[in-house]
């Protein structure tokens, strides 16, 4: 009786063991976001999205602490190549006009009657870091 | 073309230390291996062979860290690592900084403390491990020595293959520039690169060697691990191995403890832990190091959990190279702030990853069968230690199980060409599942010490948990109510730290006779203090710079968007966490500039009960832009921590104040007026003629020499300006007046005498712009009690590999 219950033992914990990892696994996958680019993300307005891009130049980039430091306006462009205004309350990025690639973590939403890319994170990335090849 | 100044030789002697450390390490994993596999010659000839194998490498590893410290530390910039590295302005203490920043120099820190830990094991350790340790030391070395040959292969079916990248690459080869056609080009290379700010920084002197130190004390117990299984010495290996296990989660728990330390000082993502992959990868081996732990002491004291111990062990080191393949192999890309860039080297790091988890799964599949498990029958009672123990290794492994797949997900996509991002709140989601993780642990962990090895009295071991419970939940009211703690899941974990400190305290203070040997209870009681305070800390973590005053954005603008950063312009004081902050001004130190943040609190009669100037600093990097490094504000209880997020950049700012706007023309009645400005009123006196000698070189021979007499009131101040003109022979000449404070330049542009008008053109200053910062400002309560517990928890694992030591010294000189 006693070994039975010790073998039942064994296999919940092996069993308990497996559910968390599969549990895991599927919150992993589900609650994951993806890379997309932004005429997916406007198809589900307000869902969350991670879009890469490269800064706009042509377009302007409006950041002006004096009037509001937590306002940053500028356009992305998009992998497909297609420009949207993205706008993210909080500072400018550290060397965001230099950085080579832009992540924006967000979603489409409606301001003012125009779609905008609502940004909660802005990850950049830069050439190469701090090492600069040239001479 | 021989080029001139150059040390050639140096380069030279390092490149074929490196290609002779490389070989040795070769030598080293075959006369090894020969021994490990049981080819013996008479007395272990081929150990002694592998030893002088290994001192060769040895003395070949320290000449090549010798000579790229020599490059480093004379300035040789006719080598790339030394240029890209150093500056002639860094301060000698972080050339060691240098050393390690480019992957060629870490590689060498973790060959360094393999040399340094194999000759110690050679020293100190018995025969009987010897071949196999080493064996798989010397193919680590051999594998991590191959990453700084920088040859070029030539295979015919697939082209040129890299194999490694040399340190000692000369920067005319490296880099492609007109300069290099000069014979003395390296003249005109007055300085290198320089380090990176974000690393100069004392803790980035410590943290890189105690971290790789960590990675490399990993391959120890690996290596018993192998032996064991080669050898069939399924049940002896534990023992001698259990020592350098401590020391692995010693020294990484170190590293990583420094790495947070390091971050809060001086990176500015506000905080200490980010869950960036970085961070998540060495944090994995340490959990399965931790794991392995408490399963090879549940083995030594009951001869359970033998399997799950041995698979932790190799999974350990085995992840210190999965580590190692995300931070270089530039697959993170974009998912992680600091991750190495590609050195082209993936391959060989996949190599290597490949061949020990390929190591690691064929041998505990061959030897699964033969590996001793539970005696018949004798399954562990469910109120043992042992049975706890391994329930809370298994707990340790699904945490790290979660933190490796979300980590993984770049890789995913390597493999199967998805686009899965991280989850959008990443930490969040970290949280949610570590959190309950962390609750089971804390209980188990406390519980399983007040058990014994076999079977304890459950009715006393329940009484004692109410007990602890009772102060406990005490506890966590009194902590839940002050710190306004809501949610019953941070609830929970403040109740389990608290039983955990409870418990252990107590444990602790009945033991205190023997306290040398209590190093555990100590780590736990200094990890359940480091859970408290991350809770409370992150928890009620709390931006203090809200920003109230932001211009509003429409109908569509949530409030709960944060605005996080407030604009502080020069000598205006905001009120921020109960203190008025005042930006009063900065300066410039080396390449920072430093903002002085006056910080002042007055009681209600309006005396000053608090002041105090921080230092919050930035660098305007020509390369990296604006890099901000925080200051913080301690307390006892709680740290105000602040950093810049944009200044105005000061060569503009120079430029600016000087100008004027653009001149306006004004009319005025040449016998006197009176004009209305935005700002200031102007009188005019009528015109008078220049007579003065002061003017006597001027005036000579004029057909018209007159001034206008101005009188120019702002607020309650006059100034006086007199414009001159004067007329000679068709020529006009003028001489305006200005004062800079208004801020005003006034010329005396045209006479009218048809009309009997002056026309004045008047030019005002631009407004000075103001000096501003745009702070960002945290308040952390319950800081310390991370820094607190992170100190005992590296105390009491000191002292248990001490003890630990002791004792094994003790056991083999009973055999």
Known sequence: MNELWCVKRSAILLLMLLGTGLAILVSTLGESSSYVDFETAAQDPGHSYHVVGTLDRSKPLIYNPETDANLLQFSLLDQKGLSRSVIFYGAKPQDFERSEQVVVVGAIQSLKGQPTFVAEQILTKCPSKYTEDTL | MVYEGEWLWLGNLGHGAVIVAFCAALLGVLTYGHALFGHRLPQGRWETW???????????????????????????YEYHYAWSHASKALPVRYILSAFWEGQEGSFLLWIFWHVLLGNFFILSSGRRWEAGVMTVLSLAQLMLSSMLLGTLLEIPALGELKIGSSPFVLLRDALDAPLFQRPDYLKWITDGNGLNPLLQNPWMVIHPPVLFLGFASCTLPFGYAVTALVQGLYR?????????????????????????????????????????????ASLLPWLFMVGAFHGMHAFTKSGYSLKSTLMMVMMGFVLVLYATFLTRSGILGESSVHSFTDLGLSGQLLAFLGLFTLLTVILLVYRWKQIPGKEKGGEESGTSREFWLFVGSMTLVVSAFQILLTTSIPVFNAIAGSNMAPPTDAVAYYNRWQLPLAVLI????????????????????????????????VMTLVVGYTQQIGFWSYLLLVFAACFALVGNGHQLFQARQKLPSQGGLLAHLGFALLMLGVLVSSARKEVVSLNLEGTPLGENFSPAQARENVLLYQNQAKGMAGYLVTYTGDSVAGPNRYYRLLFQKKDPQGKLIFQKTLYPNAQINPKMG??????????????????????????????????????????????????????????????????????????????????????????????????????????????????????????????????????????????????????????????????????????????????????????????
């Open chain 2, 50 to 76: 592998g030893r002088w194998a290994f001192g060769l490498h040895s003395v070949a590893v320290l000449t090549v860290i010798g000579v790229l410290f020599g490059l480093i530390f004379y300035h040789r």
């Open chain 2, 236 to 280: 002896e290996w534990v023992g001698p191995a259990l020592g350098w296990t401590l020391v692995s989660v010693l020294t990484l728990g170190s590293g990583i403890v420094m790495g947070a330390a390091w971050a809060y000082e001086s990176l500015n993502f506000g905080g200490y832990w980010a869950w960036d992959p970085v961070e998540n």
């Open chain 2, 626 to 815: 604006l890099i901000a490094s925080p200051a913080t504000l301690h307390f006892w209880d709680h740290d105000l921590y602040m950093h810049v997020t944009q200044v105005p950049d000061p060569a503009n700012f120079e430029e600016q104040s000087r100008s004027y706007a653009d001149p306006v023309l004004h009319y005025l009645d040449a016998r006197g007026d009176t004009l209305m400005l935005k700002e200031s009123l102007v009188l005019f006196g009528g015109l008078q003629k220049l007579v003065d000698d002061r003017w006597a070189q001027e005036t000579a021979g004029a057909d018209i020499a007159v001034y206008a007499p101005l009188r120019i009131r702002r607020l309650n101040q006059e100034f006086q300006l007199k414009p001159v003109y004067i007329l000679r022979q068709g020529v006009e000449f003028r001489y305006p007046d200005q004062t800079t404070e208004p801020g005003i330049r006034v010329e005396l542009q045209k006479i009218d005498p048809q009309t009997e008008q002056i026309a004045l053109s008047i030019q005002s200053l631009q407004p000075a712009p103001r000096a501003y910062v745009v702070l960002k400002m945290l308040r952390f309560p319950w800081i310390n009690a991370v820094w607190y517990g992170s100190f005992l928890l590296v105390g009491g694992l000191s002292l248990s590999v001490i003890h630990r030591n002791r004792q094994y010294q003790r056991e083999r000189t009973a055999d």
């Open chain 2, 442 to 473: 804390l209980l188990m962990g406390t519980t399983a010490f007040r058990l014994r090895f076999g079977r304890s009295e459950p009715a006393k071991v329940l009484t004692w948990m109410m007990g602890v419970t009772a102060i406990a939940v």
